[in-house]
Each structure stands twice: as C-alpha cells, then as structure tokens.
C-alpha cells in the first residue's frame, strides 16, 4: 500500500482518486469546504489550500502530510491563455507546498502546449521554441524543481459524464486528440509500478476520428465518407511502447 497525495482533486482528480483508492490511502487537497466534506466522506484524508495567483507568499507551508507521501500527483488546472506571471505565482506557491518532496511525481499537463500544425506530433517533433509559453513555463518550473517529475500531456478529457455528443461543434471536420479518465488513471498505475521517474509522455486515445464522426456514431447516424478532414494528431506511441500499455479505450467514438 502506498499514501499518495492528489492536489487539485476536481474532475480528474477525483477519478485518480477514486481508482488508486482501491489499494493505496489518498490524500486530497481541494479549494472549498464543501468538497472537502464530501471527500472525507468518500475515506480520503482532505484540505482546503488555495495556490493564489496574485502574489508569491514566502510563509507558503509545506503539506504536513508530505513526509509520509510515496507519491504525489498535480492536477491543479492551468491554461495556456494564462499569463506567465500568474501561473508562476500559482506554481512557486505550489512548489512551496510541497518543497523537498524527492520521491514519484506527476504533472497533469495538457496537448495546448502543442501549436495548431497539420502535422503528426510526438514528444519530440516540434523545437520548444514551437510550443506554447505559458504550458511550457509551468512544465519547466516543476521541472527545475522536482527533476524526477513525470510530465503527461493530456489530450481533451472525456469519459464519465463527459460526452461528445452533449457538446456543441463549430468545426466537424477537425480531427480529434481525445483520451478516456480511466487510460489516465491506468496509465498513472502502471507508471508507479514501474517507479517511473523524469518521463513525459502524449496521453492521447490512438485513434482521431473527426468530430462529426463521433457525433454520428453516438447518435447512431450512418457515416458519411468523403469529408475532408484536418487538424493536427498528437501521438501517444511512447508511452504504448516504453509502458508497453494498450490504451482500453482507443476510439474517441465509443467513449462512455
């Protein structure tokens, strides 16, 4: 049994919860009582911490739970219309939090660090000079200072309660780099049984159906071949060949 810790326990959060659970304690941290409550209920060990973005705070106090910790999983939102100034803010008081922290730990970042190129990208295509500021500075920062940090760059998150169909579309012709909670959840498991450490990795569903394909398919409308498609398509074939991991739910299509 490992103690593993979860900051930022919202959506996606709460699902790594919620399968690590099954043979490790978790302990949360969340940003309003009211979540807190229902995560102590739910068995988690809970706090309330706000990483503010206004201003550094040097009396940041490290998470007094941390000494016990295995490993540690950062899923606070951050987003690439963010300006630096602020996600630095919100990352060096993170830092703070859990300052001197050596053991697992993994980033939750996202596929926006990637431009809007027609083109295939893995890990290594593009120049960081390419990929998003704001995404690449939160990544960097983390790095710098937790160099063990396993860095996944999630594709758009579904599953759940999160269905395509129940969304409105604008351009159904453009591809899609979607990726199921619970691949994220396996692969996060798989990654602490290997003591997987410094690695980053697309997690992206293998397939890339249009969005209009998907709408079709949950709706339960004949497809209509012949549409150009286009986008970019991120891929994940690292972490399926280094994880030797077969994504259970490969085609955004049958997301449920």
Not at 15 to 23: D, F, P, T, V
Not at 41 to 66: A, L
Not at 120 to 125: A, F, M, N, V
Not at 226 to 241: D, F, V
Request: hydrophobic share 35%; net charge positive; glycine share 6%.
């Amino acid at each position: 049994m490992k103690k593993i810790g979860i900051i930022g326990c919202g959506w996606l959060g709460l699902h790594i919860a919620k399968k690590l659970s099954l043979n490790n304690k978790i302990y949360t941290t969340t940003t309003s009582d009211n979540k807190k409550n229902e995560l102590t209920r739910m068995g988690y060990h809970s706090m309330v911490i706000q990483f503010w973005d206004n201003e550094i705070f040097p009396e940041f106090k490290s998470w007094e739970s941390i000494k016990d910790m295995d490993v540690i999983i950062i899923t606070v939102p951050f987003s690439k219309r963010t300006s630096i100034k602020l996600l630095e803010n919100r990352f060096e008081n993170l830092s703070s939090f859990i300052d001197g922290f050596k053991k697992q730990l993994f980033l939750m970042s996202s596929i926006g660090v990637y431009p809007q190129v027609e083109i295939e990208i893995s890990e290594k295509t593009l120049k960081k000079k390419h990929l998003n500021p704001s995404i690449l500075f939160v990544e960097e920062l983390v790095k710098e200072k937790f160099p063990q940090v396993n860095i996944l760059r999630l594709g758009g998150l579904m599953g759940g309660s999160r269905v395509f169909s129940n969304y409105e579309i604008s351009t159904p012709n453009q591809i899609v780099n979607h990726i199921h909670y619970e691949d994220i959840c396996l692969i996060i498991q798989r990654m602490i049984k290997k003591k997987s450490n410094s690695k980053t990795y697309n997690i992206v569903a293998p397939l890339h159906p249009t969005k209009q394909s998907i709408l079709n398919y949950q709706n339960g409308i004949e497809e209509v071949l012949g549409n150009q498609k286009y986008g970019r398509k991120i891929l994940s074939k690292l972490s399926e060949l280094e994880l030797n991991y077969q994504y259970k739910h490969p085609d955004p299509r049958k997301f449920k």
